[in-house]
């Protein structure tokens, strides 16, 4: 018999002076006999359960199976709550507290007697934040989702999370649909507890999590109220137990070569352009040197093969029955299109023995066949030009193809809040051919890079039944949304970037097969108005944690991390506490 690993949280509960008594006498106050301190493996279970992030506010109930499996294989299951991030209800947006949220994570971790952690993840942040708080702490750990809502339903069709809420504003504004049509979808796009149901950020992320190796499979689709979905949670309890004795860390997992197939994957799924922004985040963390040209080496010109709504029609529901994310990994296999098949996942085996027959139902509806995609050019597409240094990015399958290589006037609003006192505006000059810019809506600049980039068409543009322009921001843009969008442009206006100089009536050419974002002046003007910009006032936050921020947040091509937390810190025991 092979000797059991020293347990980490042997050096709470495993002594008999004066530290023990009190790390276990404490404890028992909840009701924990003798035994359970007993070299049991001690598995923190990380919730982002709360009531103001809808999303996740079925975590409990999650929580309870996670810990029927740890119990059941041998461990002991802590619950333990952190900073939940909501991206319906938190203002000016979840984005700001992400780092915040994976700084809870880590010291919660590191301080505490936790041999492993299974990470509840759910809302489009939660996942980028747990994820990197444990990379940090590189123990054993386990994804589980929380799962997305059922399909949405509402006057006689589908309706799916985020996108029906543009796509009917915009009818709104248009005067196709009145007010009352409008506002009665809401209670019909969230029947039922999950996340979004759309291939938005968190089935995104979700996917991007089961690409990693970070989950057990099918961890993604199944849906919040599908008892598969606890089934899931139990066996991943189990799982994360023999994962401490087989010292199955973290670094294993997420290496260079998984998020490779992540990049990959992300293109067959359509995922969110955030995917772009987390993944390096994590990457960071974990120490694996990951950036925009990956992006462009492995995802670029991959077909989307996953017929979802923002890019498609269907919903997370529909690809769960379809096979789910197995079944996009074993396509991919098949077509030599997986870049590293041997990459471990947290099971124990590789991505391609989890996902080699894995089965696809309903041939070429839900998930297509490669020759006959949603789109052709699926992938992130990565721009860069005197307009965006440190690159840019737009996701082709959400855009128009005719609109992907454009030349326009630039009509430029200073801000968010220039942009909605104006846009409405029947003076503004403005017609389809132009191009809709946004200033000062990056990391530092809004701040915390709000899901703004996707800005709502002019009404006078709308109302000519056109619903598509380009548009450049350094803002994010929902994974929900859709449109020609330029995004997370580098360096951001507010950060002294070319996009800061941008003028009324310039002309900009946008080329994404080119992967090109050229601001059409001379060097020698560009030079001329950058030296003579002044940063927009009102930037400087007086205190609190958004100064904590906005002096330390990093660009978005570099994940928008804090600078002093990008790194793996290990989990060494900290010193005792009395
Ligand atoms: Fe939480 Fe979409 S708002 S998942
Ligand atoms: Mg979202």
């Avoid at 979004?196 to 689709?221: W, Y």
């Amino acid at each position: 018999m092979t000797e059991k690993r020293p347990l980490r949280s042997a050096q709470w509960f495993g002594t008999t002076d004066k530290n023990g008594f009190m790390y276990r006498s404490w404890m028992k106050n909840q009701g924990i006999p003798d035994h359970e301190f007993q070299g049991k493996p001690i598995i923190g279970i990380c919730n982002t359960w709360s009531e103001l992030t809808p999303c996740n506010a079925h975590f409990r109930k999650i929580a309870e199976h996670v810990k029927k499996g740890v119990l059941e294989a041998g461990g002991f299951p802590v619950e333990f709550p952190v900073f939940s991030n909501g991206e319906s209800n938190l203002r000016p947006t979840a984005m700001l507290t992400r780092n915040l949220a994976s700084m809870d994570v880590e010291e919660s971790i590191r301080g505490n007697p936790i041999d492993a952690v299974v990470l509840l993840t759910g809302c489009d942040k939660t996942t980028p934040a747990l994820l990197m708080g444990a990379a940090s702490c590189d123990v054993p750990a386990i994804v589980v989702t929380g799962g997305p809502m059922l399909n949405g339903k509402h006057n006689g069709r589908d309706i799916g999370a985020g996108t029906i809420v543009w796509q009917m504003h915009e009818a709104y504004k248009g005067g196709l649909i009145s007010l009352d049509e409008f506002l009665s979808a809401e209670a019909g796009m969230s029947r039922s507890a999950g996340t979004c149901n759309t291939m938005g950020t968190a089935s995104t992320m979700a996917c991007m999590a089961e690409a990693l190796g970070t989950s057990l499979p099918h961890n993604a689709a199944i849906p919040a109220v599908d008892s598969r979905r606890y089934v899931l949670a139990h066996l991943s309890g189990m799982r994360i137990v023999d994962m401490v004795q087989e010292d199955l860390r973290l670094s294993k997992v997420l290496t260079k070569q998984a998020f490779e197939n992540a990049i990959r994957v992300n293109a067959a799924i359509g995922g969110s352009t955030n995917a772009v922004i987390h993944l390096k985040a994590i990457a960071g963390r974990m120490g694996v040197e990951l950036d925009l040209d990956d992006w462009t080496r492995i995802g670029r010109g991959m077909p989307t093969i996953v017929d979802l709504q923002p890019s498609g029609r269907f919903l997370m529901e529909e690809f769960y029955y379809a096979g789910g994310l197995p079944a996009v990994i074993r396509r991919l296999g098949e077509n030599q299109l997986l870049p590293n098949p041997d990459a471990l996942t947290v099971n124990g085996k590789s991505l391609w023995d989890n996902c080699a027959q894995a089965p696809i139902y309903g041939e070429d509806e839900v998930i297509r066949a490669l020759d006959n995609p949603l789109r052709e050019d699926g992938g992130i597409c990565v721009l860069r030009g005197n307009l965006a240094p440190s690159g840019a990015v737009l996701k082709p399958s959400a855009a128009t193809p005719e609109l992907m290589k454009h030349r326009g006037r630039a009509v430029v609003f200073e801000d968010f809040d220039d942009y909605k006192a104006r846009i409405a505006d029947p003076e503004l000059d403005v017609d389809e051919t132009c191009v809709l810019v946004m200033k000062n809506c990056g990391p530092k600049g809004y701040p915390g890079m709000a899901e703004v980039g996707n800005m709502g068409l002019p009404p006078k543009v709308l109302a000519k039944g056109i619903t598509d322009m380009v548009r450049i921001s350094d803002a994010r843009m929902s994974g929900t949304a859709y449109g020609t969008v330029v995004l997370h442009v580098a360096p951001e206006a507010a950060a002294g970037g070319p996009l800061a100089v941008v003028r009324n009536g310039d002309f900009i050419e946008l080329d994404c097969f080119a992967g090109r974002l050229h601001l059409d002046i001379s060097d020698a003007e560009l030079q001329e108005r950058l030296a003579s910009w002044q940063a927009p006032q009102g930037l400087l936050w007086d205190g609190g944690y958004r100064r904590l921020f906005v002096d330390h947040v990093l660009q978005a091509d570099e994940g928008c991390d804090f600078d002093f937390l990008v790194g793996c810190r290990g989990a060494e025991v900290p010193r005792h506490s009395h």
